[in-house]
């Protein structure tokens, strides 16, 4: 005889092996099966529990793997229940068998024995033979006879099993030595110790080499050590005093003692979902502390952010009653974890926000208001950052995935942008992304504030959030101190000249151009939320001065998209009242607009103009003289110009052909100031304005096109010919004679 | 009277003892028998005639009666057989046999590689090392010098001094 050591003890199960050993398993149970029913039928019990005892023989293997032995175990189990049921039915018929319980303890080899004490314990117990008390003592203390780590786990789960609804469940014992709830918490209790040591056993059992297989069997087998602390969760008489004083200790006793990391990760976050929140509530203190002393090993933060947003949801559920008001929740868990990272050193940058994401799920979930934790949470957050040396954090990185979901979580649940603002460390941690995840916060900040409709009502908050989402404004590097030099000039979107991006022709691809055009819009949308409300125009025109600004910053691509509605917006306050903050509002459109001409961008700046115009054209004055007239001759003249020069800049020529023949009529029913006004009927400048559109006509190329639009100018020369009936003048003799060459040229 | 006090103070023979409870060390420490003992990386060293085979012999242990928990020492067959002959003189314990010795295989006129052939070594290997896990295992074997030598030291004396291990 030798000794056996470990090592020998269970060679490492071959797949091929497994399944042929689990068939021949399994056909010898269904044929015991079958002649231990056909001698119940007869009542032969005796034959019956041999049957049934050679069927039970089958757990008696070492050969299988975890997977294969739950397999026949559960084939067992279900053939005992019929002789369960025999006996129970020959109980209640009166015939009850002489001693039964100590005769199946003849059998002869422990795993038969076993598993037939305990059937025909319960047996008794339902039939109310014996003390509940002392069949229930006896069975949990008996089956420490296995000692083999799966052997003795499935008979305890059988043993779990049985006993599911023979549990006492009251306080006080009904009859003598009937059992009250203590019993039971004892049962369960000795029950998951000897479990939990033989689950953590397991990992010594056979060769080194084999560890990670083992470990992985292990995990399988979880959930028959977890079904202990259901059972306890499903005694209705453990109140949370019971679950303070003797169920909780015990089990984290248990827990911490056994320092083997794959059990108490599983069975703390077992108990946290297993038992009811008020029941944490109670005892967060307890399970923190536990949490603490853990193998280090073990994913602590895994554990704490199941509970945190436990917490959060009883929390925040319809009809809950919150946290009671005496416990600090956040301080708890702020201080908590504030501890695992300080024992932790090598706690991971994206472990540490992941945590702090929780706590801010927590802090906008349960303290809505209080701005100053999340605060708080931000703070921590990115001191911790600069501890563990995170400089720069790459784009797809786990951490920049969990920074992102981190800043979302206050955009999301408050849904109001300006509270972001008043936080003062939201922006230090958003600049830390790296730029195209930064762009994507900032655009989805954008867009909650478009969704709700957010409005940013003062100079000052439109440059607070402007800064914050400055990676969408401009471009790194951009100089805004140059631009904020000239901040009334006309011509102060300098832009970046160095990258080119100024001209708008830029070399960047379909998609980069297709992602700016997006990001841009969105910005563009929300000035249009930059509204201090109806009747402060002085503030309203600071706010827009301040974005243009800013958005100035960010040269010539992205201005396109952000200065019109700056331009658009400004239009719409103007309050016919005040003449002279209109002039003024006209003059900041005029040279926001004259920068974009400048930007190359002429399609955009000629209809801005035309705009201009026409708005200027629809305010009632109470005096009819100010339209138009709100400019001076010296305002009014550079926007005929330019708009002149703009028109004869468009692309196509037909486009600026026709273009500049409408700008004729600016300079024909265009009223001055100084004409007190009459129409200026330059006819001077219009005829200079029609000849040079013929002459565009005259460039192009497609004849049929070039006819229309020489009728089309043929119909200018006819309307203006018309009107200056009467004016005398070689103006008005050239422009006949315009009208018969061009017709002539038709 | 006292007749009567005496039964009632005596315990039934089926009274339910009570077990003391077992403590934390005891239920969750790694079981104290672990032996695992290794034969790998055959190696042939020499030219020619004087060729042999060696293996190395690595031992893990949580044994107290071990002086080192981790060994790796290499030998080869013919030391195998000295251990066996020892501990067959010495100890008390039927040892079990060697995988067997070549010699068939060493005839002249015989193609391959002989003893030193790839499947004969690992045939071999996979003998010894069932071979020596078992006597390691022994408590008896496990009292003799012969064996600690063995396992544990880089070079075996064979005019070393047989005897016991004092437990310490």
Known sequence: ?746 | MSNQQQQQQQPSATQRLQPKKQTMEDAYSPPANFLEIDVCNPETHGLNKDRYTDYEIRLRTNLPVFKLKESSVRRRYSDFEWLRAELERDSKIVVPKLPGKALKLQLPFRGGDGRFDDEFIEERRKGLEEFINKVAGHPLAQNEKCLHMFLQEQTIDKAYVPGKVRTT
Not at chain 1, 181 to 196: A, P, T
């Open chain 1, 1 to 746: 005889l030798f000794w056996q050591t470990r090592s020998q003890d269970m060679s490492g199960p071959v797949t091929e092996d497994q399944e042929k050993l689990l068939d021949e398993a399994l056909s010898v149970v269904k044929l015991q099966a079958f002649q231990m029913k056909r001698c119940l039928d007869k009542a032969k019990l005796m034959d019956a529990l041999k049957h049934a005892s050679n069927m039970l023989g089958e757990l008696r293997t070492s050969l299988l793997s975890p997977k294969s032995y739950y397999e026949l175990y559960m084939l067992i189990t279900d053939e005992m229940r019929h002789l369960e049921l025999y006996l129970l039915d020959e109980f209640q018929k009166g015939r009850r068998v002489q001693d039964l319980y100590e005769l199946v303890q003849y059998a002869g080899n422990i795993i038969p024995r076993l598993y037939l004490l305990i059937t025909v314990g319960v047996v008794y117990i339902k039939c109310s033979e014996i003390s509940r008390k002392d069949i229930l003592k006896d069975l949990v203390e008996m089956c420490r006879g296995v000692q083999h780590p799966l052997r003795g786990l499935f008979l305890r789960n059988y043993l779990l099993q049985c006993t599911k609804n023979v549990l006492p469940d009251c306080v006080e014992e009904e009859q003598e030595d009937s059992g009250s709830v203590s019993d039971s918490i004892d049962f369960v209790l000795l029950n998951f110790s000897e479990m939990n040591k033989l689950w953590v056993r397991m990992q010594h059992q056979g060769h080194t080499r084999e560890r990670d297989r083992r470990e992985q069997e292990r995990r399988e087998l979880k959930l028959l050590v977890g079904t202990n602390l259901v059972r306890l969760s499903q005694l209705d008489t453990i109140d949370v005093q019971r679950y303070r004083s003797v169920v909780l200790p015990a089990v984290l006793e248990q827990v911490v003692n056994c320092r083997d990391a794959l059990s108490q990760d599983y069975v703390m976050e077992c108990i946290i979902q297993v038992f009811p929140d008020e029941y944490h509530l109670a005892t967060l203190q307890d399970f923190l502390q536990a949490c603490a002393e853990l193998n280090p090993a073990v994913p602590v933060k895994n554990i704490l952010i199941s509970l945190i947003n436990r917490l959060s949801a009883f929390a925040t559920r319809d009809g809950s009653n919150g946290i009671p008001s005496d416990i600090p929740l956040f301080d708890f868990f702020s201080e908590q974890i504030a501890k695992i990272i300080e024992n932790k050193p090598d706690l991971s940058p994206e472990d540490l926000v992941s945590l702090q994401a929780a706590l801010t799920g927590l802090a906008l979930g349960v303290y809505k208001d209080r701005e100053d934790y999340v605060d708080k949470v931000l703070e921590t957050t990115n001191s911790g950052l600069d501890k563990l040396g995170v400089e720069h954090i790459n784009d797809h990185s786990n951490l920049s995935r969990e920074l992102m979901k981190l800043l979302k979580l206050p955009i999301d649940l408050w849904n109001d942008a300006l509270v972001l603002l008043r936080l003062r460390h939201y922006s230090p941690l958003l600049q830390r992304l790296d730029s195209p995840t930064k762009k994507s916060v900032s655009a989805y900040l954008l867009q909650n504030m478009l969704n709700n409709g957010t409005l940013v009502p003062s100079s000052e908050q439109v440059e607070q959030l402007l800064d914050l989402v400055r990676c969408l404004v401009a471009d790194p590097g951009a100089d805004a101190a140059a631009a904020a030099a000239d901040a009334t000039a006309t011509n102060s979107l300098g832009g970046d000249p160095g990258d080119g991006s100024a001209n708008g022709a830029g070399p960047g691809s379909e998609a980069d151009n297709e992602d700016l055009a997006e990001e841009q819009s969105l910005l563009g949308r929300v000035v249009h939320l930059f509204s201090t409300g109806p009747d402060l125009l002085d503030e309203q025109f600071g706010v827009l001065k301040t974005a243009r600004r800013i958005l100035a910053t960010g040269g010539g691509r992205r201005v396109k998209y952000t200065l019109p509605p700056v331009v658009f917006h400004s239009r719409q306050d103007s309050d016919d009242k005040w003449r002279k903050k209109c002039r003024k509002i006209f003059e900041f459109c005029h040279s926001t607009v004259c920068g974009l001409a400048k930007c190359e961008l002429p399609n955009l700046a000629l209809r801005l103009f035309v705009d201009g115009a026409l708005v200027v054209d629809k305010i009632p004055f109470d005096q009819h003289d100010t339209r138009m007239t709100c400019f001076a001759a010296e305002n009014h003249e550079p926007l005929r110009s330019q708009t002149v020069h703009a028109a004869s800049k468009l692309l196509r020529k037909p486009d600026q052909s026709r273009a500049v023949a409408a700008c004729a009529h600016l300079f024909w029913s265009g009223r001055p100031r100084e004409l007190q006004g009459a129409e200026m009927r330059d006819l001077k400048k219009v005829g200079e304005c029609l000849k040079r559109a013929g002459r565009l006509a005259s460039q192009c190329m497609d004849a049929g096109l070039q006819a229309q639009l020489y009728t089309e100018l043929v119909n200018y020369y006819l309307y203006f010919v018309l009107q200056s009936a009467g004016q005398s003048g070689s103006s008005g003799a050239a422009c006949v004679r315009s009208v018969w060459s061009v017709s002539g040229v038709v």
